[in-house]
Nanobody
Framework: VQLQASGGGLVQAGGSLRLSCARS????????MGWYRQAPGNQRELVAS???????NYADSVKDRFTISRGNAKNTVYLQMNSLKPEDTAVYYC?????????????WGRGTLVTVSS
């Protein structure tokens, strides 16, 4: 399984970006896909996730600004980021959560850098 993220870049505060993550390879028992981010000196944190049933979850810091969605084939997940702030600057990582009973496996894509200038 591979996760290919794209869409990062440099944007001014108040602007928008859309991240995409395409999953390739066959895998079963997907629990959720999502986006995490890591700013310099900080731990990696959850930004948003969407379960296989379509239930979404957001970090408080991005609620009402970011929207996670997925393609019809459920192998692509998007993160629409609006009203970006300098504190949103980070490397964003796509994540795939597989779970079967107590077995849990996380997959990570290469990060894509988002830089928000003030």
């Amino acid at each position: 399984v591979q996760l290919q993220a794209s869409g990062g870049g440099l944007v001014q505060a108040g602007g928008s970006l859309r991240l995409s993550c395409a999953r390739s390879g066959t895998i079963f028992n997907i629990r959720a896909m999502g986006w995490y981010r890591q700013a310099p000196g900080n731990q990696r944190e959850l930004v948003a996730s969407i379960t296989n049933d379509g239930v979404t979850n957001y970090a408080d810091s991005v609620k009402d600004r970011f929207t996670i969605s997925r393609g019809n084939a459920k192998n692509t997940v998007y993160l629409q980021m609006n009203s970006l702030k300098p504190e949103d600057t980070a490397v964003y990582y796509c994540n795939l959560h597989v779970q079967l009973g107590s077995f849990k496996q996380l997959y990570w894509g290469r990060g894509t850098l988002v830089t928000v200038s003030s």
